[in-house]
């Protein structure tokens, strides 16, 4: 298979395992987002996995933003 394409490398192919090993999937608001956990408390957004354009816009989600997680019980 030939991939032509403009986009870097590093954007279409998998780093190593390990660095995806630490992201998960977590549901806020109703709105899913792909996490990496910085400590017990609060974690970074690394992708925003929604349908509506919308959710995008919300700059309290967007990638890169650091959220406040609450403890279940």
Do not use: W
């Amino acid at each position: 298979m030939i991939m032509y394409t403009t986009m870097p490398h590093e954007l279409i192919f998998q780093e190593n395992l390990d660095s995806y090993s630490k992201q998960s999937i977590i549901n806020v608001n109703g709105l899913s987002l792909v996490v990496e956990p910085l400590s017990n408390e609060e974690c970074r957004v690394v992708q925003v996995l929604s349908t509506n354009p919308y959710d995008f816009l919300n700059n309290a989600y967007s990638p890169g933003s650091i959220i406040m997680l609450k403890p279940q019980f």
